[in-house]
Each structure stands twice: as C-alpha cells, then as structure tokens.
C-alpha cells in the first residue's frame, strides 16, 4: 500500500552512481518466508517493538517539549524486514512505515505495514519529516553503518528520535568481527557529529536466539534526540 500523500517520501535521486541493492540483503531475499520463524517470532519482535516504543515515547515527549512541536507519531523503520517489529510498533500506537531494500522482505512487509523498498543509505524520504527512526539489527550488517546514521539524521525532525540496537554480535558471547560498525562508541561518536545527543537506553530478549543452546541473548538499544543541528 502506497504511504499516503502528504507522507514524508520523496524520489530519490541521491548518489545514483552506487548499485542500489547492497549485498547485505540477497541473503534475505531468499530467506524471506522462513525469516519470522528463525529469528524468535512474535515474541521476539514483541519485546523488540515495546523496548523501542518506550525509548522513543520518553526521547520525543522530551523533544517535542524541547522544540515545541506536535506529537504527530510518524515512525520510519529502516530494514523494517518482515515488518514483524513494525506492525507491533505500529500496534503501539505509532503510525509506521517501513523501508527495506530486498524485495522478498518488503513483499512479506506489504502485507503487514506500508512499507517502501529502498536503501537505508540514501532514503526516499525527505528531510526533516518524520519523528522517529529506528535501525533494529541493520548496523552491524554494513560495511560502515556511517551513512545510514547520516540518513537517520537527516530526516528526523527536531526532537525526533533515532533508536538503533548496538553491540549486537557481543550479545551472542565472544567472537566475531574485531571493530564491528555497530559498536555502541562508534555509533555514539558518528551520531553526535550529526547532532542527534544520546537520550536513551534499553534491552530486549532475543526469544530462541541462543546459539549451540544458549540462553537466549539480550539485544542492547541505544536512543537519540535530534538536536537540529547538524
Ligand atoms: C536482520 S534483518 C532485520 C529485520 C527487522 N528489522 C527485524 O528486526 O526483524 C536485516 C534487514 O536489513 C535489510 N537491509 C540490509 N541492508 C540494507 C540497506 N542498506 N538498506 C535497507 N535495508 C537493508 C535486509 O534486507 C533485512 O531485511
């Protein structure tokens, strides 16, 4: 279902010389149908809306106060996926769109949510439009996870909210990428230099995410208040 008009899409014709599809998603392409059922289902996309919708009622009340604006509830969700996370989201009382860039995802998302396909890196959104942004398990796909915070910045409001899951290999125990694009000081230091301040801080319960029969891990959010400037 196309977002309704006047919504914040815009076309895109930014950095058009980069392939618009990234690796990161042909995985997940073909994934797609079995992806809900490996990465913990409803409940795990429950705890996930519900960790972020707390984050960005309390970081866009403070916002919202701080700039004087109207709590309109836009929310973009970036590698919205499934759209699993989304429509619970959405079931929170935001109003959502998702944006994914493969196909088959953003096809299991349009039956859930209004969603987009397109590229977190350079999004078909204009600046400044909606009031919360969120990146839920995306930043540590990326080879440099600085444009899509870039992105997050630049299409928040004043007082919006940008919340992202950070460190989320180290949730799984040791291993794994030395420097990974989502570890918590590099996302802090990019987003400052942004203007979107820290704000916030949560946790959610990866459901049947333990490996080798682990307990399941705890996922770690951070959250961000659009200061503006940038
Ligand atoms: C691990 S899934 C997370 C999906 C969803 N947020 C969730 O919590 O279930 C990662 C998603 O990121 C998407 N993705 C990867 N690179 C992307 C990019 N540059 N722009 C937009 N989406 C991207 C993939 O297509 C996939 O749907």
Redesign the pocket.
């Known amino acids: 279902m196309a977002y309704p008009y006047p919504g914040p899409l815009q076309s895109n014709t930014r950095n058009a010389k980069e392939p618009l599809y990234?690796e990161?998603?042909l995985n997940?392409?073909r994934e797609?149908a079995s992806?809900?059922e490996s990465?913990g289902g409803l409940p795990?996309?429950r705890a996930?809306a519900q960790a972020v919708h707390d984050l960005v009622g309390t970081g866009m009340l403070a916002g919202q106060a701080a700039h004087g604006l109207p709590g309109e509830g836009t929310l973009l969700?970036?590698?919205?996926?499934?759209g699993?996370?989304?429509r619970e989201l959405a079931g929170l009382g935001l109003r959502v769109l998702g944006?994914?860039?493969?196909a088959?995802?953003?096809g299991v998302a349009a039956g859930r949510i209004d969603v987009v396909l397109?590229?977190?890196?350079r999004l078909p959104v204009r600046d400044r439009s909606v009031d919360a942004v969120?990146?839920?398990?995306?930043l540590h796909?990326?080879d440099d996870a600085r444009p899509?915070i870039a992105e997050a910045a630049r299409v928040l409001r004043p007082g919006g909210v940008f919340v992202t899951t950070v460190d989320k290999r180290a949730a799984h125990g040791p291993g794994g990428r030395q420097d990974p694009p989502d570890r918590a000081e590099l996302v802090v230091e990019v987003a400052a230099g942004h203007g979107l301040v820290l704000s916030g801080e949560a946790r959610f319960a990866g459901h049947g995410q333990g490996r080798d029969g682990a307990a399941d891990p705890v996922f770690r959010l951070l959250a961000f208040t659009a200061s503006g400037e940038r």
Do not use: E, H, N
Request: charged residues 20%.
């Open positions: 990234p990161t998603v997940y392409d797609a992806y809900d990465r795990r996309a996930a969700d970036i590698a919205c996926g499934t699993l996370v989304s944006v994914d860039a493969s088959g995802m953003a397109g590229d977190g890196r969120t990146t839920i398990w995306l796909l990326l899509v």
